[in-house]
């Protein structure tokens, strides 16, 4: 996906933006930069591949010939970037997090006459910071330009820019994710995940709405666009990408996922499908908070059967490699044979996407001795590959487990019945259980409602995107 932070103050901020960007790893691990302004020095800028080294470790060198009254800094599950800008609307960097799906098209139909091209990157692909600045400087100013270009995009697009006067932060016209201004006696922030601004002395002060677009400066901020009146922020924040400190939309990540732990073992008591188990425990890292949730409602006890190990391996999809990703997420899994062996457990995920890692795991753990293996999905199964954001992308979407094995049971028909397989009350719902769990091993499987998520998440339907769940935009 991808994240960003940024800071203009009356002092230098080369460490606020470090460490602010760096708060921002969990977001993606591709490309990195950093890139600040100084009435001294002009624009700075440094990007890097972090996909083999974390940030910090890439960037540290860079501190000292970089720095200035204004940066930003941007992690990248794409491409590189913040971008350096020349145009007849002066000298900006623009970063920016979301996805574009009609690039070629926007290419092809707005870039068509003599004299308009792009700078290809390796793939052959147009980076997206790149097209988006080139739709901002088809107008003649800024805020014309940002509102421009996001109209144009089908995806999604939210824009942070470093000029010599300011910030200009624009939250994307659906508010697919949030952007927080934060505030001390120096200076302002602004920045994805609000724990951020927090850390490095900040008092969030001020939450965009969906489209709005607002200039930062050290004195405070000033509203450029008012913000529209539907907002369709992605509900996986919570289940997943966000950290567990961050609030959004004055729902904190962490409350949120105990919360929904709590939900799905009510509604599982309710149903009378909780197993006997001895040990609720979550898939590390995010979904421990769910498990937790989970085993206070039910009072069956919290375990940890088995830790990551993340000293040398901090992240288990960093490889491109496929099967080396497979292997560093087998080789992380350290267990604690006393709470395995012969032990009946239930595992809680965020979420079950391809199943890939989470097989090996349960065989990880039937290996390690364990009785039985449950397993809980604190979201809904997932339908669609998402449209807006990087989290469930794949090439097709028939390597999503859910489609895959619904194409398995019924073939084409069954994909006119994704409602039905999504709803284990139904026949459908429970033969899609049954197929999961003879597939990955499970003794018995669960997917939260939808309901129940929104419950956790305490925000009406319609302000929330629930796009791979439903397909419906």
């Given at each position: ?5 940024g ?23 591709r490309?990195?930069g950093?890139s ?10 440094q ?6 080294t ?7 060198g860079?501190l000292?010939?970089?720095?200035g ?8 599950d794409t491409?590189?970037e913040?971008?350096?800008?020349r145009?007849?609307?002066?000298m900006f ?5 979301g996805?574009?799906n009609?690039?070629e098209?926007?290419?092809?139909k ?20 790149e097209?988006?600045a ?10 014309d ?19 010599p006067d300011?910030?200009i932060?624009a939250?994307?016209?659906m508010?697919?994710l949030?952007m927080?201004?934060?505030?001390n006696e ?7 995940e609000?724990?951020?601004c927090?850390?490095?002395?900040y008092?969030?002060?001020y ?7 607002v200039?930062?400066?050290a004195d405070?901020?000033t509203?450029?666009?008012?913000p ?6 992605c509900?996986?924040l919570w ?5 567990p400190?961050?609030?959004?939309e ?5 409350v949120?996922?105990c919360?929904n732990?709590?939900?799905m073992a009510?509604e599982?008591?309710e149903?009378g ?15 421990l ?7 206070n409602?039910s009072?069956k ?8 190990y ?6 288990s999809?960093t490889p491109?490699?496929?099967e080396m ?17 012969g ?5 809680v ?10 097989r ?22 997932i ?14 979407e ?5 489609r895959?094995?619904?194409?398995e ?18 026949e459908?719902?429970q ?5 999961i ?5 499970f ?12 419950e956790?998440?305490?925000?009406s ?6 796009y791979?769940?439903?397909g419906e935009e």
């Amino acid at each position: 996906m991808g994240g960003f932070f940024g800071a203009i103050s009356r002092k230098n901020i080369k460490f606020d933006v470090f460490f602010g960007t760096d708060y921002h790893s969990h977001l993606g691990n591709r490309r990195a930069g950093l890139s600040f302004y100084s009435k001294e020095d002009g624009f700075q800028r440094q990007i890097h591949s972090i996909e083999n080294t974390p940030f910090r470790t890439k960037f540290e060198g860079d501190l000292a010939k970089m720095g200035g009254t204004a940066g930003i800094g941007c992690i990248s599950d794409t491409d590189p970037e913040p971008l350096l800008v020349r145009s007849h609307l002066g000298m900006f960097a623009i970063a920016n997090v979301g996805i574009i799906n009609n690039a070629e098209d926007i290419v092809a139909k707005t870039f068509a006459a003599p004299g308009h091209y792009f700078m290809a990157m390796s793939s052959g692909k147009v980076n997206d910071s790149e097209l988006i600045a080139a739709l901002i400087n088809r107008c003649d100013n800024l805020i014309d330009g940002i509102k421009y270009a996001q109209e144009l995009i089908d995806g999604s697009c939210t824009i942070l820019l470093l000029t010599p006067d300011g910030l200009i932060a624009a939250r994307d016209k659906m508010g697919r994710l949030p952007m927080v201004i934060g505030q001390n006696e120096e200076g302002c922030c602004v920045s994805l995940e609000s724990f951020a601004c927090q850390k490095l002395g900040y008092e969030p002060k001020y939450n965009l709405g969906p489209g709005e677009i607002v200039k930062i400066t050290a004195d405070g901020w000033t509203q450029l666009a008012a913000p529209g009146t539907k907002m369709k922020i992605c509900a996986f924040l919570w289940s997943y990408y966000g950290y567990p400190n961050s609030t959004y939309e004055g729902r904190n990540v962490e409350v949120m996922r105990c919360r929904n732990g709590e939900i799905m073992a009510r509604e599982e008591i309710e149903n009378g499908t909780m197993p006997d188990v001895d040990y609720v425990a979550g898939v590390p890292d995010s979904g421990l908070p769910h498990a937790i949730g989970y085993a206070n409602h039910s009072h069956k006890p919290f375990a940890r059967p088995f830790v990551k190990y993340t000293p040398t391996w901090a992240r288990s999809f960093t490889p491109s490699n496929q099967e080396m990703r497979n292997l560093i997420a087998e080789m992380k899994q350290i267990p604690v044979p006393d709470l395995i062996e012969g032990k009946k457990l239930l595992l809680v995920d965020d979420s079950i996407v391809r199943g890939t890692q989470l097989r090996e795991t349960v065989d990880f753990l039937y290996r390690s001795g364990a009785k039985e293996v449950h397993m809980r999905s604190a979201c809904p199964p997932i339908m669609y590959g998402c449209k807006f954001l990087n989290f469930s992308r794949s090439n097709s979407e028939m390597e999503l487990l859910a489609r895959k094995k619904i194409q398995e049971l019924e073939g084409d028909e069954g994909q006119n019945h994704l409602d039905e397989y999504a709803d284990s009350r139904t026949e459908r719902g429970q033969k899609l259980l049954d197929a999961i769990c003879r597939e990955m091993g499970f003794d018995s499987l669960g997917y939260q409602s939808l309901d129940g998520l929104l419950e956790a998440i305490g925000l009406s339907k319609d302000q929330v995107c629930t796009y791979c769940w439903t397909g419906e935009e």
